[in-house]
């Protein structure tokens, strides 16, 4: 049977849509769980968090078994996986073992990694930018309209909202083992099935370009997972009086407001990041190579400083939230939010527009190292938000202590103009590679 | 100096990818500006009514 590659990226944006929107499920009905079982606040924090434990494992492990055993098995075992105890959720009457139910379904998170890899599989280097940004991007949209619409959808009833997401998922996992294709030709199936083996990932996990792209990770899918959960509290406590003089007065209304600001972030994080990958592949199709100490003529060199820029952008914006958060001004913090979060965009997409390219015989690996250790993030930057003395000054330390060091290890790993994967922690042949 | 991978022209499918992806940056904007006008004028805002 014969496909196109465009059939396999809807496949594999239609079942990351659809992982995603499983994966935020719960959340979106913590306050009717809460409810039902008479949650403190507490419980909902440990709820909350329950949907990334698993990602920073999870996403490595996936990775490497996209490689091994080929995207659409794998990602098919994801949907069924989790659809299956989806649907036992369902019919779930004990709050311990829900709780264990749904930490198992946040597992389809992890199957953002093998999309990369399927899409990295079918698609050719000058256009990888655009193909990795429209899976990726239009995928991450699955948290935002789980958000909007399955409460609208189902109210409080969240009984047949972990049914129906669970029986979908089994017919896309039907679909996707049906219509799916590892790889274009059997050479790039073959290629990523001899690179899976564990020597082959701890090459990949010890160089230092794969290191500094999954810190540039960490700056920009992590720090967009963080804002997610930072934001609506900030906008709470930062500028309270501005709420209550918009009308905001009651809890509920607060919430509301709050959340407004942190999804336009997030919104806008998610529907630009194809339209990083297309800039990303615009650098290389014009060969725009600005930035000093980057390597300028490796074949992907001018992807390496659409990144490169993308970090400073972020840096910069971070100092930028800091400097209106200061002012006391709510309008600039909301027009820096909004510029911030389509900067966070440009490193999400930048990043994956290059992980295939640097690492062709092992883009499953590579895209779960660096997709998942990067999730950590997440959990980090709240904590130093929330650590600073006052509440607009945790940007600027983020920025200054962790962002500028890992800019600048970014533009020390990227200044090889010849393979720069050959650089890393041990020598090839330590990691049992041929020189 | 130019790097070796440039200049390769672009199939069917990428001006519709490219397409597409104006349109989901339109919905974003799009989305954006109706929040904050709700939420600036006191009217609700993107997760609910106030």
């Known amino acids: 049977m014969r ?37 403190g606040i507490k419980d909902l924090g440990l709820l909350a968090s329950s949907a990334i434990w698993m990602a920073p494992v999870g996403r ?3 990775g490497w078994a996209s490689d091994r055993f080929g995207a659409p098995r794998t990602f098919a075992a994801i949907l069924a996986g989790c659809g299956l105890v989806s649907i036992a959720s369902a019919y779930t009457t004990s709050y311990e ?37 429209l899976y990726a991007g239009t995928g991450n949209v699955g948290a935002g309209v789980g958000a909007l619409l399955l409460p609208r959808m189902f109210g409080t009833n969240y009984h047949d909202a972990f049914l129906w997401l669970g029986v979908i998922a089994l017919v896309i996992a039907a679909w996707y083992l049906i219509r799916g294709r590892a790889a274009k030709t059997n050479e790039r199936r073959i290629a990523a099935r001899r690179g899976s083996d564990m020597r082959g990932a701890v090459f990949v996990w010890t160089r230092y370009i794969a290191i500094a792209l999954m810190l540039a990770y960490a700056m920009s899918f992590g720090l967009e997972i963080a804002m997610n959960a930072w934001l609506p509290g900030y906008f709470t406590r930062g500028f309270h009086d501005d709420l209550l003089a918009l009308g905001f007065s009651s809890v509920a209304g607060l919430q509301i407001a709050a959340g407004t600001f942190a999804a336009v972030e997030s919104f806008n994080a998610s529907l630009f990041r194809p339209f990083a990958g297309f800039m990303s592949d615009l650098f290389q199709h014009k060969g725009w190579t600005p930035l000093p100490f980057i ?28 400097v209106a958060g200061l002012s006391g001004s709510l309008p600039w913090s909301i027009a820096v939010l909004v510029v911030f979060g389509i900067f966070l965009s440009f490193g999400t997409g930048g990043t994956f527009a290059l992980v295939p390219l640097l690492f062709p015989d092992r883009p499953g690996i590579a895209a779960g190292f660096i997709g998942g ?5 997440g959990i980090v930057y709240p904590l ?12 600027l330390y983020v920025a200054l202590y962790m962002f500028v060091p890992i800019v600048l290890f970014y533009f020390w ?20 590679q041929q020189a | 100096m130019k ?27 799009a989305v954006s500006a109706y929040s904050l006008y709700m939420t600036f004028n006191g009217l609700g805002g993107f997760p609910g009514k106030h």
């Open chain 1, 373 to 377: 250790i990067s999730t950590a993030g």
């Open chain 1, 3 to 39: 496909s196109h590659k465009v059939e396999q990226l809807v496949i594999a944006t239609v079942g990351f849509f659809w992982c995603f929107l499983m994966w935020f499920s719960t959340a979106a009905f913590s306050p009717s769980i809460a409810a039902d079982y008479h949650l």
């Open chain 1, 295 to 322: 390597a300028k003529e490796l074949p992907y060199a001018p992807r390496l400083h659409w990144l490169g820029i993308a970090l400073i952008l972020i840096t910069l914006s971070m100092i930028g939230l800091t």
């Open chain 1, 384 to 395: 130093i938000f929330a650590g600073s003395a006052n509440i607009h000054m945790g940007y």
């Open chain 2, 3 to 29: 790097p070796a991978e440039t200049r390769v022209a672009h199939e069917p499918w990428y001006k519709y990818g490219v397409a597409f992806l104006m349109l989901e940056m339109a919905i974003a904007v």
């Open chain 1, 97 to 133: 073992l829900l709780f264990a139910e749904r930490v198992i379904v946040a597992i389809a998170g992890v199957s953002f990694v093998v999309g990369i890899q399927h899409v990295a599989q079918w698609f050719d280097s000058h256009e990888i930018g655009t193909a990795e940004g």
């Open chain 1, 413 to 432: 790993a990227a200044r090889h103009e010849r393979h720069p994967e050959e650089h890393g922690l041990f020598d090839r042949g330590l990691v049992g």
């Open chain 1, 60 to 62: 490595i492990v996936a």
